[in-house]
């Protein structure tokens, strides 16, 4: 699985950090962490500016964050036309802010920042792949 | 070293499809700006064109525009940051003239979003996020700023209706702006009752794409003093960025490019935001305005909404904002916009803005901000 599968519209596909889709797969949202200075990473990322090395783990974006706000998105941009309306929002774990889609079945009226969230993969059509926000 | 001054500026009018050719574009604003001056094309230094390049379809527009102002063969580059390259085309401007490379530099801005089916746009719309982490998801410049909105609302109860007024305040004097791509005034049920785009933001709660052009001449203080009666200063410029993923803003509730601009310069000025007169604002949104009045220290964290709610943004408030319409009237030809905001600034700081003339602005400032908060200018110039 590479980043051409990834999300409902992919732009370009090569990065270090393309082992985020592995794990997608088998069911993980995976951030990164230096292993010098200990700074959190997501997006993951596999090199690190603060301390300049590229010495990196993976870890699991585990448990329930916080949602810090979302939009209902009406009018999608070339390649979404059809995925519209959907929703997009911030949440927070533990400091580890992720950016991403709030589960389709949720209505507005059930949304609300500062409401709890998790993170899962997401199976989207065409054999993509991406995550989303559940409330729980 | 010299203190350096804005001498002339000038904008095309902002309209949704111009009909003519990017370099007569330029050259509309770019009349506009010599209007008066005593100086000639020949003594023009070096020009630095700035512009979104992927909504442009000439390459290399430095070398077009430059030809056409017959600016050559004077050195004459390409400055880009998104919404807020032409303030960002006034900084570099100004270092070349206080390190005495040159003593006249004209900055041109322009965009013609019209070039583009509304498809193309769209196609380049989404590719304003991180292209690998975001943009697949279907982030949109609006949706980025609706959720600033959200979350504002969120913590501070802010509500839709106190962004709408902000659009009734620029309509209002859009009405009478010349150059404005919307001259029609709204009102609080136009606005609330217009299509949602991207909660919570509606259609007349966002700026639309337009074609335009704006020219800033600057000048070193000697020859400034010598080519126009009224030069106006640069006293401060601060710049500052932000992450261009949403998930590394530390704050979704201001912007942090535009607070740390502020600061820079405030503290370049030696003035304070009480000591402002008139301001300019990146209204691409009405909550952009609202977040400005916050970033730029007119009010707390949190209590913006009592400038709009109080008609003290209005030209005879306590601080007047964005009294030329903003971008909501203007419309928003990206590289054109921040000169835009410059000329209303110096025409006030004359005391050439009209009916819109705020009485005796002497400190004005501008704030123009590129992406979703991620290039924040503020420029605060004085008479």
Same mark, same amino acid.
């Given at each position: 699985?590479?980043?051409?599968?990834?999300?409902?519209?992919?732009?370009?596909?090569?990065?270090?950090?393309?082992?985020?889709?592995?794990?997608?797969?088998?069911?993980?949202?995976?951030?990164?962490?230096?292993?010098?200075?200990?700074?959190?990473?997501?997006?993951?990322?596999?090199?690190?500016?603060?301390?300049?090395?590229?010495?990196?783990?993976?870890?699991?974006? *585990?448990?329930?964050?916080?949602?810090?706000?979302?939009?209902?998105?009406?009018?999608?941009?070339?390649?979404?036309?059809?995925?519209?309306?959907?929703?997009?929002?911030?949440?927070?774990?533990?400091?580890?802010?992720?950016?991403?889609?709030?589960?389709?079945?949720?209505?507005?009226?059930?949304? *609300?920042?500062?409401?709890?969230? *998790?993170?899962?993969?997401?199976?989207?059509?065409?054999?993509?792949?991406?995550?989303?926000?559940? *409330?729980? | %070293?010299?203190?350096?001054?804005?001498?002339?500026v000038?904008?095309?009018?902002?309209?949704?499809?111009?009909?003519?050719?990017?370099?007569?574009?330029?050259?509309?604003?770019? /009349?506009?700006? %010599?209007?008066?001056?005593?100086? /000639?094309?020949?003594?023009?230094?070096?020009?630095?064109?700035?512009?979104?390049?992927?909504?442009?379809?000439?390459?290399?527009?430095?070398?077009?525009?430059?030809?056409?102002?017959?600016?050559?063969?004077?050195?004459?580059?390409?400055?880009?940051?998104?919404?807020?390259?032409?303030?960002?085309?006034?900084?570099?401007?100004?270092?070349?003239?206080?390190?005495?490379?040159?003593? @006249?530099?004209?900055? @041109?801005?322009?965009?013609?979003?019209?070039?583009?089916?509304?498809?193309?746009?769209?196609?380049?719309?989404?590719?304003?996020?991180?292209?690998?982490?975001?943009?697949?998801?279907?982030?949109?410049?609006?949706?980025?700023?609706? %959720?600033?909105?959200?979350?504002? %609302?969120?913590?501070?109860?802010?509500?839709?209706?106190?962004?709408?007024?902000?659009?009734?305040k620029?309509?209002h004097y859009g009405?009478a702006n010349p150059k404005?791509?919307?001259?029609?005034?709204?009102?609080?049920?136009?606005?609330?009752?217009?299509?949602?785009?991207?909660?919570?933001?509606?259609?007349?709660?966002?700026?639309?794409?337009?074609?335009?052009?704006?020219?800033?001449?600057?000048?070193?203080?000697?020859?400034?003093?010598?080519? /126009?009666?009224i030069?106006i200063?640069? +006293?401060?410029?601060?710049?500052?960025?932000?992450?261009?993923? +949403?998930?590394?803003?530390?704050?979704?509730?201001?912007?942090?490019?535009?607070?740390?601009?502020?600061?820079?310069?405030?503290?370049?000025?030696? @003035?304070?935001?009480?000591?402002i007169d008139v301001a300019e604002?990146?209204?691409?949104?009405?909550?952009?305005?609202?977040?400005?009045?916050?970033?730029?220290?007119?009010?707390?964290?949190?209590?913006? /909404?009592?400038?709009?709610?109080?008609?003290?943004t209005y030209v005879d408030g306590k601080k007047p904002v964005n009294v030329d319409g903003?971008?909501?009237?203007?419309?928003?030809?990206?590289?054109?916009?921040?000169?835009?905001?410059?000329r209303t600034i110096i025409n006030q700081l004359r005391g050439q803005a009209g009916e819109i003339q705020v009485q005796g602005a002497e400190i004005g400032l501008?704030?123009?901000?590129?992406?979703?908060?991620?290039?924040?200018? @503020?420029?605060?110039l004085?008479r």
């Amino acid at each position: 699985m590479s980043f051409e599968n990834f999300g409902v519209v992919s732009f370009t596909t090569e990065t270090k950090a393309s082992d985020f889709l592995g794990y997608l797969e088998k069911g993980k949202v995976m951030a990164t962490r230096c292993r010098r200075c200990g700074t959190n990473y997501f997006p993951p990322r596999m090199d690190c500016p603060k301390c300049v090395g590229s010495d990196v783990e993976w870890f699991e974006i *585990k448990g329930n964050g916080r949602l810090v706000t979302y939009t209902v998105v009406n009018y999608g941009p070339t390649g979404f036309e059809e995925d519209a309306p959907y929703t997009l929002g911030i949440a927070d774990f533990d400091g580890v802010r992720v950016f991403g889609r709030l589960s389709k079945g949720l209505k507005e009226s059930d949304i *609300k920042p500062g409401m709890g969230v *998790k993170v899962l993969p997401a199976k989207l059509p065409g054999g993509r792949i991406g995550y989303e926000f559940q *409330k729980v | %070293m010299q203190d350096v001054a804005i001498v002339g500026v000038g904008q095309s009018i902002f309209s949704r499809k111009c009909g003519v050719s990017i370099g007569e574009l330029c050259f509309e604003a770019y /009349t506009e700006a %010599m209007e008066g001056l005593d100086i /000639t094309n020949s003594d023009i230094d070096a020009s630095i064109i700035c512009s979104a390049p992927e909504y442009d379809k000439q390459r290399s527009p430095a070398g077009l525009i430059s030809e056409y102002l017959r600016l050559t063969p004077k050195p004459s580059f390409y400055i880009e940051t998104v919404c807020s390259s032409s303030s960002t085309g006034l900084r570099v401007g100004w270092s070349l003239i206080k390190a005495g490379l040159h003593r @006249v530099v004209a900055v @041109v801005g322009f965009q013609k979003m019209s070039d583009l089916t509304s498809r193309e746009a769209a196609e380049r719309m989404s590719r304003g996020g991180d292209i690998i982490w975001e943009s697949p998801f279907g982030i949109t410049m609006p949706a980025g700023y609706a %959720m600033y909105a959200r979350a504002h %609302m969120a913590k501070y109860g802010t509500t839709e209706e106190q962004l709408a007024k902000i659009r009734v305040k620029n309509s209002h004097y859009g009405a009478a702006n010349p150059k404005a791509t919307y001259r029609k005034e709204l009102s609080l049920d136009d606005i609330l009752g217009s299509e949602v785009i991207t909660s919570p933001l509606k259609k007349f709660d966002c700026c639309a794409n337009a074609d335009g052009a704006s020219c800033i001449i600057i000048a070193s203080g000697d020859i400034a003093k010598r080519v /126009t009666n009224i030069p106006i200063w640069i +006293m401060g410029l601060g710049a500052a960025t932000d992450t261009m993923t +949403m998930s590394g803003r530390e704050s979704l509730t201001g912007l942090r490019c535009a607070q740390e601009a502020a600061r820079q310069a405030y503290e370049m000025a030696g @003035v304070g935001p009480e000591d402002i007169d008139v301001a300019e604002v990146h209204d691409c949104f009405t909550i952009a305005e609202l977040m400005a009045y916050e970033d730029l220290g007119f009010a707390k964290a949190g209590e913006g /909404t009592e400038l709009i709610d109080g008609k003290e943004t209005y030209v005879d408030g306590k601080k007047p904002v964005n009294v030329d319409g903003g971008l909501l009237s203007k419309g928003h030809p990206i590289g054109a916009t921040g000169g835009s905001q410059i000329r209303t600034i110096i025409n006030q700081l004359r005391g050439q803005a009209g009916e819109i003339q705020v009485q005796g602005a002497e400190i004005g400032l501008v704030h123009n901000i590129g992406g979703v908060g991620q290039y924040g200018n @503020v420029t605060i110039l004085r008479r």
